[in-house]
C-alpha cells in the first residue's frame, strides 16, 4: 500500500491552534508555540496531528527545500547554482552565516513540527482506544524525522565507533508553550539526539499499521531505521530494517524509472511522500529545480556533464535529464502541485545490497541481485559480480537530486570539493535568531 501525505485544508483556528514562529515575538525561540490549544476530546488531537502533517509541507523542510539543501552542499561539479536567492547561494558555495534566511526557516519549522507532536504526544490518552497506537507512532515517526534531519544539517556527523560527544541540537520532548527560562535549552550530544531518534522510530514502527491511507505505516518508521543505521555505520540492523520493508510486500518497484516521478498521486514504490495539489503552495522543489514551463524560476539549478559523464549511454535514467531555459534540468521535480518522494523502495533494495555485501551476509536476496534489480530496471544488462563502489555508485545514479548527497559523502568520508567530508563549512550554522534568544545555545565552529 502506497503511502503519502495529502494536505487537507484545515482552520486551525477552530481549536485554538498554534501560528509559526514569524507570527510570534521575534525572539521566540523556535521550539515555543501558543498556549491556547485545546487536547482534551479525540478530534482535536487528530486534528492537531494532521496539522503537524501540514508543517512538514513547509518548502523550508519537507516540501523540498531540505532535499535542495542537500544536493547543493555537496554539488562538488555536478550541478550549479544560479538563481537570485541569496541563502541558496550561500548554501552552495558554502560560505553561509548565521543570518542565512533559509538556514533560519529550516531549523524553526523543524522544531514547529516537533512542537506539534509534542503536544500530540501529552494527549494520548485522550485519543479513542482503538487509534491510541497509530496516533502515538505518527507522532513519533514524524518526530524521529525530523530530528534526523536536524541533527544531520546542524551538527557534525556521527562517527562509527566514536563516542559522539560533538554538540547536536537541543533534545525537546515536551511541548513548549509560552516563553520563560526553560525555554533557554542547550544542545545535546549527536549520540544523545540519534539515541532518541532511533528509540522514536523504533516505537513507532512497532504501533504503527502497515496499511494507514495516506498517513505514516510501520513501512515508514522501518526504511527510515534504515537510513539512521546506515548513517551511523550499523549494517546489520541497516540491513534487516530495509528487509523488513522490501519483504513486507506493501510496495513494489516500478518498471519505468520516469513514472516514478512527475506523479499527480503517489505510487507503489513511494513508502513515504508528500502531495501538492492546486489548493497548496507550490512543492519547492519544482521552484528550484525545474523552469517556467512546469512552475519553476528561470532554472535555478543546472545539471553539469560531470553528474551526466557518470552514466552508461543506455541508461535510462539519463534519459529524465532534459534541456530547458539554456540548460540541463533534473526531470524529477517537473509538478509542482504532485508528488515530493521522499522514502522509495529502491533505496531499499540498495540499502539491503550494501549492506549485505559489507558484511558477507544474503538476508532476503544476495548483493548482486538486489543490485541488478535497480540496475536492469534502469534498462542496462544484469552484471555476473559486483563490487562495494558498484553498489554505492548505483545508489549514487538511482537517488541522484534527492537529497541524499551530502549525507552519503559525510558516511563514506568522501569530500567535498577541496572540502574533507567533516570541514565545518558543510555544517549548518544556528541561526542567529536562536542565539539571540536563548543564551545556552553554542554556534557551531567557523561561525
Known sequence: MKNKIFIYLFSF????????CADNLELEPAQSISENIVLDTDRNVKNVLNGAYSVLQRGAIYGGEIIRNGELLAGDGEILFVGTFGGPRQIFNKQM???????????????????????????????????????????????????????????????AGQTNTQPGVPLVLTPTRGIDASNSVSRNSVEEVYTQILADLTRAASLLPASNGILATSGAANALLARVYLQKGDFAKARDAANTVIE???????????????ADVAGSEDIFAIEFTSQDAAASTTEFWSIPQFGGRDGDIEILPGHLALYDADDERLALFFEGAAAIRSGKWNNQFGVVNLFRLAEMYLIRAETNQRLGTNIGATPLSDYNTIHTRAGLAAKNSISLVDIITEKRLELAHEGHKIHEHKRLKLDVGDLPYNDPKLIFPIPARELESNPNLTQNDGY
Open 97 to 159: 552565516i548565521a543570518e542565512n534566511e533559509d538556514v533560519r526557516r529550516q531549523w524553526t519549522d523543524s522544531y514547529n513540527a516537533i512542537n506539534v507532536v509534542n503536544n500530540v504526544l501529552t494527549a494520548i490518552p485522550v485519543v479513542n482506544e482503538d487509534d491510541r497506537e497509530r496516533v502515538e507512532g505518527e507522532a513519533l515517526f514524524i518526530r524521529g524525522m525530523v530530528y534526523f534531519d536536524l541533527v544531520r544539517y546542524y551538527a557534525k556527523t556521527y562517527e
Open 248 to 262: 513486507s510486500g506493501e510496495y513494489t518497484l516500478k518498471n519505468d524509472y520516469a513514472s516514478v516521478f512527475n
Open 13 to 20: 483556528s477552530t481549536i485554538g491552534l498554534f501560528h509559526s
